[in-house]
């Protein structure tokens, strides 16, 4: 295992949680899991934990189901089908990172012992501080709280340094820099911001509890998996939020 690289303020990321949007799994399919970006996807993960980066990673369930789909239904039965499709798309990565030779645990918060580990947070750690990955599936196991708030959640527990929020657009900007062509992009910014100007960055629990746990969020573009190795060795990508 590699050293972990030193950042400017002197503190290297000994931990990262890595948060993943389903949609990202899907590609240009949208929907259900593209095997040729998934294994791009693993590709760049098994390289940071190379670099003796403990890697933990939360995923959401999109590109299979969300809670809005079911409009019409009880909203906490949507919303646990929403935590059952973060459960497969877990399973998806484990699948390729172990194929690509890297030790790797599911952890899910509602219990499925037959395909994966329940949520232990003691467990996470030993498991992270062995080397291996470890996928958080299944949300907070509760419902009306989103995969952000989860990897807030997460992030808080194990005691990581940052949280990685990999999106669709490349840094937090001030509107939808696809329709407003005179959005402000911004290279830092505070979460009290995020708030206050009620920017879709993350959801406002989610938020919050990054805040209140003076947890740092980096924001970049994932459409190059290999932004995830450089924005967890610190190279200047994306968005800080703290």
Known sequence: MGECIILENGK?????????SGEVLAGDKKTGI???????????IKETSELGIQVAIVVGGGNFWRGRYGHQMERTTADYMGMLATAMNGLALQDALEARGVFTRVQTAIEMREIAEPYIKRKALKHLEKGRIVIFACGTGNPYFTTDTAA?????????????????????YSADPEIDKTAIRYDKITYLDILNKDL???????????????????VFGIDDPKNIIKVARGEKIGTVVE
Do not use: F, Q, W
Request: hydrophobic residues 50%; glycine residues 4%.
């Open 12 to 20: 290297p990321y000994k931990r990262v949680l890595l948060k993943l």
């Open 34 to 44: 593209d095997a040729k970006v998934v294994g791009e996807l693993c590709d760049a």
């Open 152 to 172: 807030a959640l997460r992030a808080a527990e194990i005691d990581a340094d940052v949280i990685l929020l990999g999106k669709s657009i490349d840094a937090v």
């Open 200 to 218: 879709k960055v993350m959801d406002s629990t989610a938020t919050s509890l990054c805040r209140d746990n003076h947890i740092p969020l980096v």
